[in-house]
Every structure is written in structure tokens, then in C-alpha cells.
């Protein structure tokens, strides 16, 4: 089923944020394959030798705005591009705004997003304490 196959990647790269992140019980690795069978977002994908390796879950909940949810890649396959071509496929493929959260410590990350052009929105704190920051990406991205 496709959908433990993605939780199967995401479980991999949650236990590798939750690390970066100095957090013991790490929410995302929580959800289960049934949860995320059940969702409306779209699911991207990059599979090596049969293998999913990387994915991207995005979301549109009001017109002009995706949200990136999610975006997982197996340690194994960590600085090989994957992460990049799947944000430069959403980006390539859409004229929409697109929003990113990510925690604040998540260096690896943060790169990624500021090297597609994403810039600071907001910045605010999980339930769990944890610092997050909401990234946007606009498709003109006008100076402020």
C-alpha cells in the first residue's frame, strides 16, 4: 500500500528532524498509514530502484495558497537533490503562493527553502514547544 510506503519515509526522516530538532517525542512520527490514506492532499513522490525515496505532501485549503506539509527524504539518500527537485517541481508546476513550516533549528531545511527563494513569514511555537517557522514563497516575490 502506497500509503506505508510514505510513512515508512517519513518515519525515517522524522527520527533524523526530531534529533536536529533536541526533541524526544516528535508528533509527526505519530501518524499512521491510515491517516495519511485518509487525507485530501496531493502526494508527490521520487522512487530510486523501486525504492520510495523522497515525498512531498502538499495541500491547497484556500485558492492562491499551497502549503507544503510535508517534505521527507531517506537519510540514505540525505544531499543528493531530492528534497531540491521536489520543491522546484511544486514551485515549476504552480503560480500560487506556497508556505513551508519547519522548526527553527532545522538548518538542513531552512537551507533548502531559502535557496528556492522562500523568505521568513512568521515564526510561533508548537503546542509541544517546539519553535517553528512558516516560510513563503510568492511567485513575484516582491521586495517588503
Known amino acids: 500500500m502506497m500509503a506505508e510506503a510514505i510513512r515508512a519515509v517519513m518515519v525515517e526522516a522524522y527520527r533524523v528532524e526530531a534529533v536536529i530538532l533536541g526533541v524526544r517525542d516528535f ?3 505519530h501518524r499512521t498509514a491510515a491517516q495519511i490514506a485518509a487525507t485530501d492532499a496531493l ?4 522512487s530510486l530502484e523501486d525504492t520510495l525515496a523522497a ?8 485558492p492562491g495558497h499551497l502549503h507544503i506539509s510535508s517534505l521527507v527524504v531517506l537519510p540514505s539518500q540525505f ?3 531530492l528534497g ?3 520543491v522546484r517541481h511544486i514551485l515549476d508546476t504552480t ?3 506556497v508556505t513551508v513550516s519547519t ?3 532545522n538548518q538542513p531545511a531552512l537551507s533548502l527553502y531559502t535557496s528556492h ?3 521568513e513569514d512568521r515564526r510561533w511555537t508548537t503546542r509541544d514547544g517546539i519553535a517553528m517557522i512558516t516560510l513563503r514563497h510568492r511567485l513575484s516575490n516582491p521586495i517588503d
Do not use: Y
Request: proline share 3%; glycine share 14%; net charge negative.
Open 95 to 97: 503560480s500560487d503562493d
Open 84 to 86: 531540491s527537485a521536489l
Open 103 to 105: 522548526g527553527v533549528r
Open 27 to 29: 508528533a509527526p512520527l
Open 55 to 62: 515525498v512531498a505532501e502538499v495541500e491547497s485549503s484556500e
Open 117 to 119: 527563494g522562500f523568505r
Open 79 to 81: 544531499r543528493r537533490g
Open 43 to 46: 502526494f508527490l513522490g521520487i
